[in-house]
């Protein structure tokens, strides 16, 4: 199972100076294997201490590998200075409480090891999963109709995901058959998601709800 960090980059402070002539100006650099580098922004002429106040989203495969590295430079017209860096790893940060924002400074050590200051990271997991929802067909619907036969059709959808529609069943009236499959991927915090499904009556005006249902995520995934 995949899962998302979420790294807010705070502050720092106690930074040693790697220039000699002038205020540093500190920025915070984050990254996992396999994904892209974030940077904030420089806190310009912030010298010994910084403040950031950004967050990033890291899409996490390999749970028991992979690491987070954060690390403090002095933003350089030349080039970019090393202050500091220091590493976290992702089975570490599953440690912290799902779903929750855990806030601490980490001590970041520069080139040889010496302590060079610290930087405030505010860090959240939550798990990520993957659905597959097949849509075979609906049985004694009411109808919405007087006149005609009705004309089914499914809404799937998993807020804020896209919603998925199946294929109109014309005069399928109380029974629909469908057959049709659909995957919601990147589901973010299974917990709090929900699965709902409306059967709708296609119709030239406006098309009507003939019924609702919704399950918790969670409990699809007791099923295998």
């Not at 933003?75 to 601490?104: R, S, Y």
Request: aromatic share 8%; charged share 25%.
């Amino acid at each position: 199972m995949s899962i998302v960090i979420q790294v807010k980059a705070k502050c720092a402070k106690h930074l040693k100076s790697v220039t000699t002539l002038s205020n540093q100006d500190p920025f915070c650099v984050l990254y996992i294997e396999a994904t892209a580098i974030k940077k904030t922004k420089t806190h310009t002429d912030g010298n010994s201490k910084a403040l950031w106040e950004e967050r990033f989203d890291f899409e996490v495969k390999d749970t028991e590998n992979d690491t987070l590295t954060y690390g403090v430079y002095d933003d350089n017209f030349g080039k970019d200075v090393l202050i500091g860096k220091g590493c976290l790893t992702v089975a570490n940060i599953q440690n912290f409480p799902v779903n929750t924002d855990v806030t601490e400074w980490y001590t970041i050590q520069g080139k040889d090891g010496e302590d060079m200051g610290q930087v405030e990271l505010e860090i959240k997991w939550q798990n990520m999963v993957e659905i597959y929802v097949k849509a075979n067909g609906a049985k004694d619907l009411k109808s919405t109709e007087t006149f005609t036969k009705q004309d089914p059709y499914l809404k799937l959808f998993i807020n804020p995901k896209p919603i998925h529609k199946t294929h109109v069943h014309e005069n399928g009236d109380t029974e629909a058959e469908w057959g049709e499959s659909f995957t919601f991927r990147d589901i973010i915090d299974p917990s709090s998601a929900t699965l709902y499904m409306e059967v709708m009556n296609k119709n030239s005006m406006s098309d009507k709800l003939i019924g609702s249902s919704s399950v918790q995520v969670t409990n699809l995934l007791c099923h295998p």
